[in-house]
């Protein structure tokens, strides 16, 4: 699964030599876009490798719609993050927040030995979120010629997410139907649709989020078995391949052009 798109993509780090990596990192404009992924339980319907699945897949697929050959490569997706609050379904394998972070750091800084410009950390799991804002600064730090960028790949959708769903806010949230969907269209092998069940999320507080767009201005933490039994929280009945297909083909559209926008920033550097 993780490399799978080495001998697919003309982006892939892992497809290179190193004098390949060494002279597409010289180049100027260049990125390494970095994926961070998890292993953990997506309720009965999706696998665990679900979130490492899926930034992989839009991280190949925002350089596969770039409208410009540009400096580009992409590591292999990195599949343990910090996931705590799945434990206890089992299933789940999560780092510490020091061994999660160390490990980000060093790939990025090894990476960017090479020469490259400019670093995007690319996020799949919502609990790596601040785990990638506090790369991007240690990173940013140690590196002040190079331009150290971190996102979380869903919010890429926030400009047409309410185009494609049907769930009201609570239903696009773990293993729900953003996940759900995107599975069925670029895995749908790996999801059992007769087992596919989730709890709509509900808010304790009035500024707790519930949606993976709507995400609140309070952190709180739970362990997800007092979100839901299943361990699917949200809408994923409403999940379809075609939705998939849609929020893939726009997650790529908007990474494709964040990385121009990125290419354009530094090659002027």
Request: net charge negative; aromatic share 8%.
């Amino acid at each position: 699964m993780l490399f799978e798109s080495i001998g697919k993509s003309s982006h892939s780090w892992a497809a290179k030599t190193y004098e390949e990596i060494r002279t597409i990192a010289e180049q100027e404009g260049s990125i390494l876009l970095v994926p961070f992924g998890s292993m953990e339980q997506h309720g009965h319907h999706l696998p665990v490798s679900t979130d490492t699945i899926l930034v992989n897949a839009i991280a190949h697929a925002g350089g596969e719609q770039l409208e410009n050959d540009i400096p580009l490569l992409i590591t292999p997706t990195l599949w343990a993050g910090r996931s705590p609050h799945h434990l206890p379904f089992g299933g789940t394998i999560s780092l510490d927040t020091d061994t999660a972070l160390k490990t980000l750091c060093s790939v990025a800084e090894t990476g960017l030995e090479n020469g490259f410009d400019a670093l995007l950390f690319l996020n799949g799991h919502g609990g790596n979120i601040s785990l990638i804002d506090d790369a991007v600064s240690e990173v940013g730090a140690a590196n002040l010629t190079a331009e150290i960028l971190g996102l979380t790949y869903f919010h890429l959708a926030s400009s047409f997410v309410d185009d494609i769903r049907e769930s009201d806010v609570g239903g696009i949230s773990h293993g729900g139907e953003f996940e759900t969907s995107l599975m069925l269209h670029l895995r749908p092998d790996l999801v059992h649709e007769e087992a596919i069940t989730g709890t709509h999320r509900e808010a304790t507080y009035d500024t707790e989020g519930r949606d993976l767009f709507d995400n609140g201005a309070l952190s709180v933490y739970r362990p997800f078995t007092e979100y839901s039994e299943s361990g699917a929280v949200g809408d994923p009945h409403l999940a379809t391949a075609d939705k998939g297909q849609r929020f893939y083909d726009g997650l790529g559209k908007e990474l494709a052009k964040l990385l121009e926008q990125i290419h354009t920033e530094t090659h002027s550097y």
